[in-house]
Nanobody, 121 residues
Framework: VQLQASGGGSVQAGGSLRLSCEVS????????IGWFRQAPGKERDFVAA????????LYADSVKGRFAISRNNAKNTVYLQMYRLRPEDTAVYYC???????????????WGQGTQVTVSS
């Protein structure tokens, strides 16, 4: 499975951004696609995940109600719509694939390159 993230940028607090993760490869129905983020000097943290087949979603508490993950199977793309962005959301965002839907980064073995999101106050 190959993944390519895009859509990052700079916004002011309270603004919105949509990230895209284009996914390619075989047997995508077997995978969940997750978004993670890493701020400077911090560990890479789980943000959200979605099962490719069922569409079941999972969110980190810090983004519930502000971020929405979705997928377009026809376009092989997973989206992360981010609303009401905060300065603490500033990070490099990565998409990744796992055969197990969940927040455990150890289960994600396929990664795309990151895309920078910067939120200014």
């Amino acid at each position: 499975v190959q993944l390519q993230a895009s859509g990052g940028g700079s916004v002011q607090a309270g603004g919105s951004l949509r990230l895209s993760c284009e996914v390619s490869g075989r047997a995508l129905n077997d995978y969940a696609i997750g978004w993670f983020r890493q701020a400077p000097g911090k560990e890479r943290d789980f943000v959200a995940a979605i099962s490719w087949l069922s569409g079941n979603m999972l969110y980190a508490d810090s983004v519930k109600g502000r971020f929405a993950i979705s997928r377009n199977n026809a376009k092989n793309t997973v989206y992360l719509q981010m609303y009401r962005l905060r300065p603490e959301d500033t990070a490099v965002y990565y998409c990744a694939a796992s055969t197990i839907r969940g927040s455990n980064i150890a289960n994600y073995h396929h990664w795309g390159q990151g895309t920078q999101v910067t939120v200014s106050s």
